[in-house]
């Protein structure tokens, strides 16, 4: 048996020092930020007595990264993984702040879509989600961008084209899905090298609110389509999402093909024929029980008052009835009681009169005749 002493790779999270760990790092080179964001790290680990499993588990990041990065052997970027160890230490500050009732719920939609994110996964296709508004699908995009480790999958959300260079707001927000760090002052070039660099341990890219392109100028939309089909999709290199609200993600595409002559053919040819389509009428009751009980115990009458309300078209569907929710629980903060059927549906009764009234006054401003 060998008589050497224990290895630093070998060692617990316990025998790990916050001193020790700074020393280490110090000593790799490693820039500050991501030694702060580390540090804090190991401590919360040490705080909530967590193993090294279920840290990586808690972080999204994958247990072999933080193994070798509380051990200052970490071949890559140390600044990508800090980020995310950013993130992670913000979620904690409001969790402890608003008492969890913001934690993901895993819902029978949300369900659906980690399948259809699991399929471009593996299929390496491109694939497009459409539904109307507020039914979750970018909640859940988060939630399995942030539970796949390694930053294997990343999420970017596309912004209305309020500048002339949208797909360059794009590339800046994808550069900071990467977790590239202090870029702001960097030409779009040369952060395409460090997206290259954070693209080679993906294999998911999911690009949120897909539909707001519709408003860019039509060499912005080229240059978007360029680089899903060669930078991220990149012949099967990584599977794709588009997730659109109240828009048609192919009907958009064809529109532009008339009015540009823009070649569509490519990158059709590498997206799923099938579609994922949310509709209101598939929302469960257990999804909506689900999200209440983020607040509390409903009744019957009081469920089925809220779930007629969230099914409803055009009012919102579940960021009306978390707006509710919303209302009810700050009111009980602020008066130090428990959330109540009674309150609950009172609030909902007086947002309905609230959206009545404008839709009437809207109404009025349109056709002002008696």
Not at 256 to 274: A, D
Not at 322 to 327: Q, T
Request: hydrophobic share 40%; proline share 3%.
């Amino acid at each position: 048996m060998s008589n050497r002493s224990k290895s630093p790779v070998t060692q617990t999270l316990s025998d790990r020092t916050v001193a020790a760990l700074t020393r280490d790092l110090e000593a790799a080179e490693v820039e500050a930020y991501a030694i702060e964001q580390l540090c804090w790290l190991l401590d919360y680990a040490h705080s909530h007595e967590l193993s090294l499993k279920s840290l990586a588990k808690a972080v999204g990041i994958s247990q072999g990264v933080i193994s070798q990065m509380f051990n200052a052997r970490y071949p890559g970027n140390y600044n990508l993984r800090a980020r995310k160890i950013e993130a992670f230490r913000l979620d904690e500050s409001k969790r402890a702040l608003f008492g969890g009732r913001d934690d993901f719920v895993e819902t029978e939609l949300a369900r659906s879509l980690f399948i259809t994110f699991d399929r471009a996964r593996f299929d390496r296709r491109i694939h497009r989600i459409e539904s109307p508004e507020q039914l979750g699908k970018s909640r859940v995009g988060v939630e399995y961008a942030r539970c796949n480790n390694g930053g294997r999958t990343l999420l970017v959300t596309l912004k209305p084209g309020m500048t002339s260079r949208p797909c360059g707001v794009f590339l800046r927000e994808l550069a900071l899905a990467c977790g590239c760090h202090n870029f702001k002052s960097r030409k779009i070039i040369d952060l395409r090298f460090d997206i290259q660099e954070a693209l080679s341990l993906c294999d998911l890219i999911i690009i949120d609110e897909f539909h707001q392109a519709e408003s860019w100028p039509d060499r912005e939309v080229r240059e978007l389509l360029n680089f899903i089909r060669t930078d991220l999709h990149a012949d099967g290199a990584r599977g794709v999402v588009l997730i659109a609200t109240n828009a048609d993600v192919f009907a958009m595409l064809d529109s532009f093909r008339r009015r540009t002559r823009y070649n569509l053919g490519q990158l059709l040819g590498r997206m799923c024929n099938e579609k994922h389509v949310i509709s209101p009428d598939d929302i469960p009751e257990a999804d909506v029980r689900a999200l209440i009980e983020r607040y509390y115990h409903p009744g019957k009458r009081a469920l089925a008052k809220l779930f007629d309300l969230t099914t409803r078209p055009h009012l919102g569907h579940f960021g009306l009835l978390l707006d509710i929710l919303n209302r009810a629980w700050t009111e009980c903060k602020l008066n130090n009681s428990a959330m109540t059927d009674q309150l609950v549906l009172d609030i909902a009764r007086e947002t309905i009169e609230d959206i009545d009234a404008i839709e009437k006054d809207l109404k009025l401003r349109k056709d002002p005749r008696p």
